[in-house]
């Protein structure tokens, strides 16, 4: 497992050297003649920001460790302006196949562009293809959840670090690589199934609402 | 290479490698110093004087900053290290 993987901040000790050498140091040469221990004074001064630095940055990955990289263009849902709709395929599967015929039978083609199309307000609405927005949603989440099976193992290793009595064989089983692998794509198999699942309820938890919306308001306007 | 693991050859590398420019940096602060040691002996301008004189305290103080600073890092995680390992 490659997680407690810590860089080296070289590049953050030079820089802290050189602007409190430029801002301190160089002031106090001034009385470099008489005083040379004046020295020491900027010396801790950046020995102090460098180890609060490492001491800041060793807390905060502690506290989160980033799984997910969110891209540049990134905007929280709840800033999202503008009309997105998901489209089902509403035609149903021929029940008249026998055996092995659907082979024969084309399937659906998947649209992998967004079309949009405008309402009678004026508004552009991107209509998106479900199962192409599942398929995205899959790549973006898969790449992850080794990740999230790593540090879920990390952490349990640690809590059974602290038992102090972890017996052999099973310390043997929790470092075996095969037993670490069959857990993460046990985990990443689940993780797909579940977000299928839960998609496809939402999905048509969203569309039964909407229906039952829609005839509430049709009654409204008979009555 | 028993007695010691990765993560310490690893941080061992970086103390080295920091170590070695801090010591570029220290023979250029020595030079200084010899050159305004020079100037005082030769009469010259203040201002030369006074610039090596900067130049060289500050290059001193840049060089205690990442040699300590360095030294300090790498003996935290070390400890850290050690405490995890025996924890």
Redo the contacts between chains.
Sequence with gaps: MNIDTQTFPSRQIWLVAVIVAALVGIPLSVFADKTPWLIVIPILIGVTVILAQEIWASLSRNAQLTLVGMPKEYLELARYRGHVALSIPVAEDDTRQEFFEFIKTSRRKVTKSAEVITDDAGNKVHVIDSERFVTLLFNRILPSTDQVAELSLLRALRRYERMHTLSPQLEQFLKDKTVLTVIKADFKGNTAQAINRAGEAVIRELVRQASASKQNQLKAEAS | MAWIDEKTV??LK?LI??FIAAVVVLVAAIGLAFVEKWCVAHQMPDYLRLGA??IS??????D???L???A??VS??LL?KTWEDE?
């Design positions: 690893a941080l970086h490698g920091n004189r900067t305290f500050t290059l001193f103080t840049l205690g900053i990442v300590c600073g360095t300090a890092i935290v995680r850290r924890h």
